[in-house]
């Protein structure tokens, strides 16, 4: 299961989005054991790793630009020295990693995905020819550099990203028993809400 965490500045960032936008996300990486920290496993894989243990960096997704703020490629991190050493579970002794760019930092206008959207954007591929079982964001443009950064040009980490997943091995209960039940069933196939709506009482009086 992935859990999202968000700042509430995000969605006040969301508003400046024309089309396109991307954000930063922070990768909250962590290790099964618990004798086994990120730090450790920092310096199990850097041999410069002094400095890295005295300031700890947070692995990052997310736009990057210039001094002119404007965009020039992405922030992605090394999964090189992990690989092999992903884990499955949450107690697995290996550090769990995103293994590509994540949907949740990606905001798109939804008149991107209408058939007949008035000013579409042209560096926009038609849906038509794009693969179903897309997984890069950035495989929906045919310009990737129209992207919009997001906070302060990506450079405030909006979302956070965190793996965590049960053993297959886990007990769950079978069912659930809601006690006391609730005092209203509604079939499947119907709502509380009627067909139509009640007609209200109306205020004017006949004049004789």
Same mark, same amino acid.
């Given at each position: 299961?992935?859990?999202?965490?968000?700042?509430?500045?995000?969605?006040?960032?969301?508003?400046?989005?024309?089309?396109?936008? /991307?954000?930063?996300?922070?990768?909250?990486?962590?290790?099964?054991?618990?004798?086994? *920290?990120?730090?450790? /496993?920092?310096?199990?894989?850097?041999?410069?790793?002094?400095?890295n243990?005295? =300031?700890?960096?947070?692995?990052?997704?997310?736009? /990057?630009? =210039?001094?002119?703020?404007?965009?020039?490629?992405?922030?992605?991190?090394? #999964?090189?020295?992990?690989?092999?050493?992903?884990?499955?579970?949450?107690?697995?002794?290996? *550090?769990?990693?995103?293994?590509?760019?994540?949907?949740a930092?990606?905001?798109?206008?939804?008149?991107?995905?209408?058939?007949?959207?008035?000013?579409?954007?042209?560096?926009?591929?038609?849906?038509?020819?794009?693969?179903?079982?897309?997984?890069?964001?950035?495989?929906?443009?045919?310009?990737?550099?129209?992207?919009?950064?997001?906070? #302060?040009c990506?450079?405030?980490?909006?979302?956070?990203?965190?793996?965590?997943?049960?053993?297959?091995?886990?007990?769950?209960?079978?069912?659930?028993?809601?006690?006391?039940?609730?005092?209203?069933?509604?079939?499947?196939?119907?709502?509380?809400?009627?067909?139509?709506?009640?007609?209200?009482?109306?205020?004017?009086?006949?004049?004789?």
């Open positions: 299961m992935i859990v999202i965490c968000h700042s509430m500045e995000l969605f006040d960032e969301i508003q400046n989005v024309k089309w396109f936008g /991307a954000v930063s996300v922070g990768i909250l990486v962590h290790s099964g054991g618990a004798d086994e *920290t990120l730090l450790t /496993a920092a310096a199990m894989v850097d041999k410069e790793a002094e400095e243990l005295r =300031n700890p960096v947070v692995p990052v997704q997310g736009p /990057a630009c =210039n001094a002119s703020n404007k965009l020039v490629g992405w922030h992605t991190f090394n #999964s090189l020295p992990y690989e092999g050493k992903s884990a499955v579970y949450i107690d697995d002794r290996a *550090t769990v990693l995103p293994r590509k760019l994540e949907w930092g990606f905001v798109l206008n939804s008149r991107l995905l209408w058939k007949e959207a008035e000013d579409k954007p042209e560096w926009v591929k038609d849906l038509d020819l794009v693969d179903e079982n897309i997984e890069n964001p950035l495989a929906l443009l045919k310009d990737p550099s129209m992207v919009e950064p997001l906070g #302060s990506g450079r405030q980490v909006l979302l956070w990203w965190l793996r965590v997943e049960a053993r297959a091995d886990s007990k769950f209960p079978p069912g659930w028993i809601i006690d006391p039940p609730l005092e209203i069933t509604v079939p499947s196939k119907r709502t509380p809400w009627p067909d139509a709506p009640p007609e209200l009482p109306s205020n004017e009086k006949d004049i004789s």
